[in-house]
Every structure is written in C-alpha cells, then in structure tokens.
C-alpha cells in the first residue's frame, strides 16, 4: 500500500525525514514519534502535499505528488486547526466531496452521511466558527471518510476531544480499520493501543522501527530491561537476583536500593518477591521492565538516542 524508498525530504538545510525505506502492506499502522519527529512530514510525503528531496514515494504503487487517481483514494484529517469559520460543517464536508468527484446532489448525501457518523448531525448546520474545537475535530474527521477513501491518514485525530468523544471516535475508527487501511500519527500511545494497530516510530526523521506490536516486542524483550528494587535488605536480594539466568548487569544505589539488567524482568521480579515473602524483607518498591506499548516505545527512544535500557 506504500512503499518509501531512500526517502529524504529537506526544508532548506533542516531534515524532515532522513533516508526512511519502509513498506506498510493494507491494515492499520499507528505512526508514534514526540513532537519534532519527523510524523506530519511522513504524512505530507504519503498523502501527496510534499515532493520528496531524495527517494521515491509510492502510494497504490504510483507516485501521490500531484496524482489525483491516487488522492482521490485517501483521506486526510489534519492536525491543524480549521482556518474556514463561516462555512457549516454540513457546507465543508459537502465541498471536499466534490473535490473528489462527486456530483452536488450525491455530496450532500455523503456529507450527511460522514456527519452522522461523527455524532456532529445535530450542529452540521451551525457555523463552524461557533463550534467547539472537540466538534471542528469530528468535522475534520468527517471531511476525511465522506468520500469512502480505501486510506484514512490521521494526523493527531483525537486533539482536543472530551473523554466521551474519544471513545466514540476511537471505536468508529477502529470499525472503519476493519475493512479499509489506516495510519494514524499519535503521541498517545494507549490511543494507537485502542486501534489494534502496527507500530512506525520515527525519530529524529527517521524511521527506527515498523511491524506489529507483538513482533515489536519480541525484539525488545532480547534485550536486557532493568528491574528497581527498594527494600529493607537489598544485599540478600541482590545476591538472589545475581542467581537467575540473563543477569547482564547490577548496580547499587544508596544503602537500599538496586538495578538489575536482565533479559526476563518478569521472573526476576517474582523471585525476589517470593525471597522477600519467605525471608520477612519489606519491599518498598519493585517495578519490572514495562511491556506495554508505552513501555516499548520508550525503550526504543531510548535506543536510538544511544543510551542502554
């Protein structure tokens, strides 16, 4: 579904992205990175609003830049804000409709449709500019679907949504990744956790690491993952610790405190709390290596700065 080849796009003598070769078959991809990362420049590449300074783009296996056939089969829900205020919702999403082909008449029933969807039906004829930005979002969000592209990128689509729509557009997203394709850009990793989507991390403008969450994981988990332990006699628990297989480092901190490196945090940590229960150690704290998605990506990050998990 796309494919980047060498990839590097220059704003003047800052790097965008910098030499990014990736290919994401059809499926949903949640694209994390902080801020700065390089994702809105990835996108602009995907979605055909950027030339690439170096590489080749293939969007449906056809260059996007300047490419109506292929626009014409994404959606884009932009970061940004909107800048029109006057138009309804109802008056907005009907325009990008027509922009991608359709006929006044079949626009209108695609726009209300799209709104509908969104849980915007009842102020779709309510100028935008009156609109709360968590409502200008779902009409974004609507621009975006009406036209039933067969790829959605969304650019940060949750900015700015109440607990309640979150969940809503969350869920509509996640139904709409079933039978279509998806990239969504995200800081909030629980949201691309929600999606049941892959992982494209990008830092620095580039591309450190793509594939699915539990392949992702696999390869985080060869390496070695820290375990803190804070107790009442951290000597003998360090002398325990020391015992398990895959011990790759250990170090003290303070009189009651120690870090252990370790390629099976989760069982380190069981054999310490079974030594402290049987021994009548207090534990004042034992936290494992995290295996969420938040804890992978951090591990990433911190991987690409150079620094040992």
């Not at 992702?216 to 325990?240: F, G």
Request: glycine letters at 10%.
């Amino acid at each position: 579904m796309i494919a980047l080849t060498h990839v590097t796009k220059l704003y003047g003598s800052v790097i965008g992205v910098n030499d990014v070769t990736v290919e994401l078959g059809t499926g949903a991809y949640g694209l994390l990175g902080p801020n700065g990362a390089g994702k809105t420049t990835f996108l602009g590449l995907v979605t055909g609003q950027l030339r690439p300074s170096m590489g080749t783009v293939l969007v449906f296996g056809e260059r996007p830049f300047f490419n109506a056939r292929v626009l014409r089969r994404i959606g884009f829900c932009p970061a940004s804000d909107l800048t029109e205020r006057n138009a309804t919702p109802q008056e907005w999403v009907r325009y990008l409709v027509q922009l991608s082909g359709f006929t006044p008449a079949a626009a209108a029933i695609r726009a209300r449709r799209a709104l509908e969807q969104v849980g915007l039906d009842e102020a779709s004829r309510r100028p935008l500019g009156t609109l709360s930005k968590g409502m200008r979002q779902r009409a974004k969000l609507a621009g975006a679907i009406a036209h039933d592209p067969d790829l959605l990128v969304l650019d940060e689509p949750f900015d700015g949504l109440d607990p309640v729509a979150r969940y809503e557009l969350v869920e509509l997203v996640r139904a709409w990744s079933q039978t279509r394709s998806l990239l969504v850009a995200s800081h909030l990793l629980h949201e691309v956790e929600a999606l049941h989507a892959g992982l494209a991390v990008i830092l620095g403008g580039r591309l450190v690491a793509s594939g699915p969450v539990e392949e992702l994981r696999r390869l985080i988990d060869t390496l070695p993952s820290e375990v803190r332990v804070v107790s009442t006699n951290a000597r003998r628990l360090a002398e325990v610790a020391c015992r398990n297989p895959g011990v790759d480092t250990l170090r003290f901190i303070g009189d009651d405190t120690f870090v252990v490196g370790t390629r099976h945090p989760q069982q380190m940590a069981e054999r310490i709390g079974i030594t402290a229960r049987e021994e009548g150690i207090l534990v004042r704290e034992l936290i494992p290596g995290d295996r969420s998605l938040e804890g992978i990506f951090g591990r990433l990050v911190q991987l690409h700065r150079g620094v040992a998990p």
